[in-house]
């Protein structure tokens, strides 16, 4: 299986921070990674495709790069709706694996 | 617009077995397309159980492919998911999903088909 670590587990921010969250491969993915967004109670939202691609409908201010093993998901200024959890996901082989999850808590 | 139910009991007792289903709503589930079943224990994060293709072949995760099972009833716009011998670790918000993970070229125009049930928790306890 590809071990996908995410890190930090959490963090505090204020709105307008950029907030930048990272997830490392175990190995090679490409750029077959996406990110998701996550409220309490709710599914998952998709935000990032292949590592860069903004889902439609989904705000400027989230960004995604990286290729290989190792990638970042950045939030310019954070936003009172944009306190969630966020998981990154590898796409590159079966079993699609996730990352354990970032917590952005309101500082 | 494509829309996901899941549904079942919320209490499975240990060593029973788990059976949940997913209502497809405005799309057909035989149509071109995989389905997935992802879950969440209270708190941490996701793993992905398995996933259906409408003519259904099958592609579990071997971390659970020993107890997983998951079918597709065509007549009824349904996807299931079973599995056996459960313990308290199986206790879960349990998600049925659109799966195109492995298949980026259905993105298009910049847009995914990220649709999602809503999740059903489901306790193992006696």
């Known amino acids: 299986d590809i071990q996908m670590t995410q890190s930090p587990s959490s963090l505090s921010a204020s709105i307008g921070d950029r907030v930048t969250i990272i997830c490392r491969a175990s190995?090679?993915?490409?750029?077959?990674i996406n990110w998701f967004q996550q409220k309490p109670g709710k599914a998952p939202k998709l935000l990032i495709y292949?590592?860069?691609s903004l889902q439609r409908g989904v705000p400027s201010r989230f960004s995604g790069s990286g290729s290989g093993t190792d990638f970042t998901l950045t939030v310019s200024s954070l936003q009172p709706e944009d306190f969630a959890s966020y998981f990154c996901?590898?796409?590159?082989?079966?079993?699609?694996?996730f990352g354990q999850g970032t917590r952005v808590e309101i500082k | 617009q494509v829309q996901l139910q899941e549904s079942g009991p919320g209490l499975v007792e240990p060593s029973g077995t788990l059976a949940l289903t997913c209502t497809v709503s405005g799309g057909a589930i035989s149509s071109r397309n995989f389905w997935s079943w992802v879950r969440q224990p209270p708190g941490k994060g996701l793993e992905w159980i398995g996933e259906i293709y409408h003519t259904g072949t099958t592609n579990y995760n071997p971390s659970l492919e020993s107890r997983v099972s998951i079918s597709v009833d065509k007549s009824k716009n349904q996807l299931s998911l079973k599995l056996t011998s459960v313990t308290a670790a199986d206790t879960a918000v349990y998600f049925c999903a659109r799966d195109w993970w492995g298949r980026v070229s259905e993105c298009s125009g910049g847009e995914c088909p990220d649709y999602w049930g809503q999740g059903t928790l489901v306790t193992v306890s006696s």
């Open positions: 190995r090679s993915i490409s750029n077959y």
């Open positions: 996901q590898q796409n590159y082989r079966t079993p699609w694996t």
């Open positions: 292949s590592a860069s």
